[in-house]
């Protein structure tokens, strides 16, 4: 199958499943609204008017001074603020999981395909990263380090590296023993020639699955660290941090809490949805034809 074949045999299931669609169609709204602030001019998400403090959404779009989703508690326009928002999560989760991906099927790789001591070193590695809460964990890094974006990126992407790393030494383990491999170790093949050509392509499908699911790990972690004050500083703007600065509004300013709080359940629900519907794309054992 050529690479133009399989684009799209993949766009024709995506549009016969509406999981599948939902799911790529938010994930791509949210992408082009990250994105927009780039070249949009938006009101700035920093910077308040406190005589527009707790204005109610407006639905008069083509007004200069209107607020769509209203304001926060100093006047900050609650549109803005949730697209930059989506430009710090996007970010934030992209790079997390990417850093993560690249450490654990690495770590993955060796473990499954040396065996003895290093797989077992590595894997008591995995099982104490498993032991140690996220919270803790979050806590000692920025405790020596600093809150900052970089630093809630690394807290992320050491949470993350763990899932590939057990997903990987299983596919590895699988797959040493196979005819294609053992015939290239016979040839005189080198092991991380071995693993590059003959291993790392019959694994990419699940690591791409587990890479989506991810992403929607990350960006509810990342939100709930952000609410604690262990992620991104104020004054920029960050879904988890927007729902810790108006929790005490949320009788009096339901909006404020309302649209962050949407935001991070569509991400999230989004990613699952890809991520579900590429498990069962890639699985003919899991493939359903009617949905």
């Known amino acids: 199958?050529?690479?133009?074949?399989?684009?799209?045999?993949?766009?024709?299931?995506?549009?016969?499943?509406?999981?599948?669609?939902?799911?790529?169609?938010?994930?791509?709204?949210?992408l082009l609204g990250a994105l927009s602030t780039f070249v949009i001019p938006l009101p700035s998400p920093v910077h308040g008017n406190l005589l527009q403090r707790l204005k109610p959404p407006s639905y008069r779009f083509f007004e200069?001074?209107?607020?769509?989703l209203g304001t926060d508690q100093l006047g900050r326009d609650m549109f803005s603020r949730l697209l930059y928002g989506s430009r710090v999560s996007m970010m934030v989760g992209f790079i997390a999981v990417l850093l993560g991906g690249v450490v654990g099927v690495l770590a993955g790789m060796i473990s499954g395909y040396a065996g003895g001591i290093t797989d077992r070193l590595l894997m008591r590695i995995v099982d104490m990263q498993l032991s140690i809460p996220l919270i803790l964990l979050a806590l000692i890094v920025i405790a020596a380090t600093g809150p900052s974006l970089g630093n809630l990126?690394?807290?992320?992407?050491?949470?993350?590296w763990i899932r590939y790393a057990r997903l990987v030494r299983g596919q590895?383990?699988?797959l040493r023993r196979r005819e294609?491999?053992?015939?290239?170790?016979?040839?005189?093949?080198?092991?991380?020639?071995?693993l590059r050509y003959y291993i790392l392509p019959n694994i990419l499908t699940p690591i791409l699955v587990i890479a989506t699911l991810e992403f929607s790990r990350v960006i509810l972690l990342e939100a709930s660290l952000s609410?604690?004050?262990?992620g991104v500083q104020p004054p920029w703007p960050s879904w988890g941090r927007?729902?810790?600065?108006?929790?005490?509004?949320?009788?009096?300013?339901?909006?404020?809490?309302?649209?962050?709080?949407?935001a991070i359940v569509m991400t999230v629900m989004s990613a699952n949805f890809v991520g579900d519907w590429l498990r069962d794309f890639f699985d003919p054992k899991l493939r359903s034809t009617g949905e």
Not at 153 to 160: F, K
Not at 242 to 262: D, K, N, Q
């Open 242 to 262: 927007m729902l810790a600065e108006g929790r005490s509004y949320i009788a009096t300013a339901w909006w404020v809490t309302t649209f962050p709080g949407l």
């Open 153 to 160: 990126i690394i807290v992320l992407a050491m949470t993350s």
């Open 64 to 68: 200069l001074a209107s607020h769509p």
């Open 180 to 194: 294609f491999v053992l015939s290239a170790v016979a040839i005189g093949a080198r092991p991380w020639y071995i």
């Open 1 to 30: 199958m050529t690479l133009s074949t399989g684009v799209r045999t993949l766009g024709i299931r995506i549009a016969t499943s509406k999981i599948g669609l939902f799911g790529v169609m938010v994930m791509g709204v949210l």
């Open 172 to 174: 590895v383990l699988a």
């Open 227 to 230: 609410f604690l004050g262990l």
